[in-house]
Nanobody
């Protein structure tokens, strides 16, 4: 399985972004797909995931971020609203079924 993430960028506080992650290869529809993020000097942290329609979120993003999945396109999305400076990070998509795979990361910067 290979993952290609896109959609990062520079936005001001309060604005929105949508990240996309397209999976290719032997993608299993029962797999868990999600998003993690990392800032310099810190460990990668969980943001959100989705499996068989069930979603989970980190407390820090609940009510602001929404994860969704398009099975036909093997793509997972992360809609990020009301972005805050502390959301600044490299965002990685993650696939987990028989193996764990991370995508290449996309930079999100929230700054005025």
């Amino acid at each position: 399985v290979q993952l290609q993430a896109s959609g990062g960028g520079l936005v001001q506080p309060g604005e929105s972004l949508r990240l996309s992650c397209a999976a290719s290869g032997s993608v299993n529809s029962k797999s868990m797909m999600g998003w993690y993020r990392q800032t310099p000097g810190k460990q990668r942290e969980f943001v959100a995931n989705i499996v068989l329609g069930t979603t989970s979120y980190a407390d820090s993003v609940k009510g602001r971020f929404t994860i969704s999945r398009d099975e036909a396109k093997n793509t997972v999305y992360l809609q990020m609203n009301n972005l805050k400076p502390e959301d600044t990070a490299v965002y990685y998509c993650r696939y987990h079924y028989d193996v764990i795979v991370y995508g290449q990361g996309t930079q999100v910067t929230v700054s005025s």
